[in-house]
């Protein structure tokens, strides 16, 4: 089992930056591949970014290649999403969710990630 908390969100206008941590507790941290998903209003849930267990393989959705960056650093049992140039579009709940298959390279599927965070809003004014 593992607890996983968001921080970070907030409004921002357009064309401003933000920093998405997810803070994990409970079983090892480097044993799960991590993910970003989000959700806007009235919409369905979807695939941001995703990184693998040790950070060496990284993958993002095509709207947000170039603007988005995941990390983590598993010393302090925290994925990070830093969000630059962003946009009205990028409105939404982000969720973190973590993968106990640690050495899978399937990122984007929201049915094979274990655990999620609760969400942070992030608003991003015209």
């Known amino acids: 089992q593992v607890q996983l908390v968001e921080s970070g969100g907030g409004l921002v206008q357009a064309g401003g930056s933000l920093r998405l941590s997810c803070a994990a507790s409970?079983?090892?941290?480097?044993?799960?591949?991590m993910g970003w998903f989000r959700q806007a209003p009235g919409k369905e849930r979807e695939f941001v970014a995703g990184?693998?267990?040790?950070?060496?393989?990284?993958y993002y959705t095509d709207s947000v290649k170039g603007r988005f960056t995941i990390s983590r650093d598993n010393a302090k049992n925290t994925a990070y999403l830093q969000m630059d140039s962003l946009k009205p579009e990028d409105t939404a709940v982000y969720y973190c969710?973590?993968?106990?298959?640690?050495?899978?390279?399937?990122?984007?599927?929201?049915?094979?990630?274990?655990?999620w965070g609760q969400g942070t809003q992030v608003t991003v004014s015209s």
């Open positions: 969710a973590a993968d106990q298959s640690r050495y899978s390279t399937v990122f984007d599927v929201s049915g094979a990630y274990d655990y």
């Open positions: 409970g079983r090892t941290f480097s044993n799960y591949l």
């Open positions: 990184i693998s267990w040790n950070g060496a393989i990284t």
